[in-house]
């Protein structure tokens, strides 16, 4: 079983830039959730997609969107980087229709920016 | 406002002890509990769960009780090892397949 994965480690970008953000969810699980974790936070949900659709999203603004691909695959993208996004993005696999609602994390993406 | 709350930044325990990691909530539509343990450069990986309809849960070492009509969960990990010492979050949802809503995190260091 394959767990959920995230790409890149590591980035760096200058406000105003534009970054995407990738997962693989784990295998047989079809929803992913996306949460950002500032410094000495818990992480705060994004958004959550369910069959390639957007399915709750949490207070963040349309600059930051999102992508599901039929192999449950996702994207997150952020426009116009402002200095308060620095912070780890996880990415959270489950699978809808479960009896709880468990969701498995990926390593997480730090992006900071300058 | 935060909805789930985790009081405690830090906790020291020696090791054999028992740690207890306490998590309060707002909310009286959270159904669903979870704890997990997050190491440095990690992800968070899941611990252990709890429906809203059970008062207690065990899974080996580690136990979380819930009460709600305090609104109010704890892990319990007996006995404690040094591998244990982490980040431990609480988290709570609605329903399943819903976003999670995380506590701000407890710092638990195990001391041999």
């Known amino acids: 079983e394959t767990g959920v994965t995230q790409s890149p480690t590591h980035l760096i970008k200058t406000r105003g830039q534009q970054v995407t953000l990738r997962c693989s969810s784990q295998s047989g699980h079809n929803t992913v959730s996306w949460y950002q974790q500032a410094l000495g936070q818990g992480p705060q949900f994004i958004f959550q997609y369910y069959r390639e659709e957007e399915n709750g999203r949490g207070n963040f603004p349309p600059r930051f969107s999102g992508l599901q691909f039929p192999n449950y695959s996702s994207e997150l993208n952020v426009n116009a980087l402002e200095l308060d996004d620095s912070a780890l993005y996880l990415c959270?696999?489950?699978?809808?229709?479960?009896?709880?609602?468990?969701?498995?994390f990926g390593p997480g993406t730090r992006l900071t920016v300058l | 406002d935060q909805q789930v709350k985790q009081n405690s930044p830090s906790l020291s325990v020696q090791e054999g002890r028992i740690s207890i990691l306490n998590c309060d909530y707002t909310n009286s539509m959270f159904d669903y509990f979870l704890w997990y343990k997050k190491y440095p450069a990690e992800g968070p990986t899941f611990l252990i769960s709890?429906?809203?309809?059970?008062d207690k849960n065990e899974d080996g070492r580690f136990t979380v009780f819930l009460n709600k009509s305090a609104k109010h969960l704890s892990l319990h990990i007996v006995p404690s090892q040094p591998g244990d010492s982490a980040v431990y979050f609480c988290?709570?949802?609605?329903?399943?397949?819903?976003?999670?809503?995380f506590g701000k995190g407890t710092r638990l260091s195990v001391i041999a």
């Open positions: 988290a709570a949802s609605v329903g399943g397949n819903t976003p999670l809503v």
């Open positions: 709890i429906s809203s309809i059970k």
């Open positions: 959270a696999s489950s699978l809808a229709g479960g009896l709880n609602n468990e969701q498995f």
